[in-house]
């Protein structure tokens, strides 16, 4: 499935939520402070409209926002101008950014890593990365269970789109035999449950931005699904708002120092087995 990310700006910026207040304080308690002590610098990979990335800066990060589509670039600087924070972007891919070497104290990559070359975002990661810097690969996926909205919205998007490969989509924890490929030292793995309210509008914006709908489909084809999608919305949902059931996902890493001193990991007691992260495995949600 051919995905053009330039057509779902406007609804990207409109209606896609960002991570909720507790993922960035999961970060704090993970070893992973406000940038308000001393400038740090941020760069966050797949930025999109740059909800993370915004995140961070409103959290006193120095940050960078890396995406290949201008037009979702052009999106974030006039969310960014909105909220009164600035960030830095640049319009290149993940895998080969062509920033300098050992520049970053934190890179971040939030619900699109599934996107990537996987071993090759990992190797530029841990160029990109300072000795004792961080790496986070997030995502926040939607939950389809048993007759919920999620369920309803990703049967009318496979029926309109047959091509969506939602299966191929979610995280997964078993990327981090990837990132421990090229050095970086997997310390934490965690996850949680949150509902996000979406109004019926504010639902169908989301879903018109997914990979799924605007980016891979014609205008025409997003029109008819949209109204189908509205009349789905208010015949078996009718409330407002929607509690939309999400999981938060992340895999921490670091890239250990190599000075005299030995590394600066942060603690270990959260450290999984591989049986745990096939557990932590199991869900159930494309994320986009």
Request: a positive charge; charged letters at 20%.
């Amino acid at each position: 499935m051919k995905v053009n990310w330039d057509s779902t700006a406007g609804d990207y910026a409109s209606f896609r939520a960002g991570f909720p207040a507790e993922f960035y304080d999961r970060l704090a308690g993970h070893g992973i402070l406000s940038g308000r002590e001393a400038p740090k610098r941020a760069l966050d990979l797949g930025t999109g409209t740059g909800t993370l990335a915004r995140g961070l800066a409103l959290r006193g990060w120095r940050v960078t926002g890396l995406d290949i589509s201008a037009e979702m670039v052009t999106a974030a600087r006039q969310l960014d101008a909105a909220a009164g924070v600035g960030v830095d972007y640049v319009v290149a891919r993940s895998e080969a950014t062509g920033l300098p070497a050992t520049a970053f104290d934190l890179v971040c990559a939030g619900t699109c890593w599934h996107w990537f070359d996987k071993p090759a975002a990992a190797r530029e990661v841990y160029r990109l990365l300072k000795p004792n810097g961080r790496l986070v690969v997030a995502a926040m996926e939607w939950q389809s269970r048993p007759g919920n909205v999620v369920a309803a919205t990703s049967e009318l998007i496979r029926r309109h789109n047959p091509q969506w490969p939602d299966h191929q989509l979610g995280f997964r924890f078993e990327w981090a035999e990837d990132l421990s490929a090229v050095g970086l030292a997997v310390f934490d793995r965690f996850q949680f449950d949150a509902a996000v309210p979406y109004t019926h509008e504010a639902w169908r914006g989301r879903i018109r931005a997914s990979a799924g709908v605007s980016a891979s489909l014609g205008p025409a084809a997003v029109d008819a699904f949209d109204r189908e999608h509205a009349a789905l919305l208010r015949m078996r949902f009718p409330q407002e708002p929607l509690a939309v059931p999400h999981r938060i996902l992340a895999i921490v890493a670091c890239k250990e120092s190599s000075s005299s001193g030995g590394p600066q990991r942060p603690p270990q007691k959260h450290m999984t087995d591989r049986r745990r992260i096939a557990s932590l495995a199991r869900h159930a949600a494309p994320p986009s």
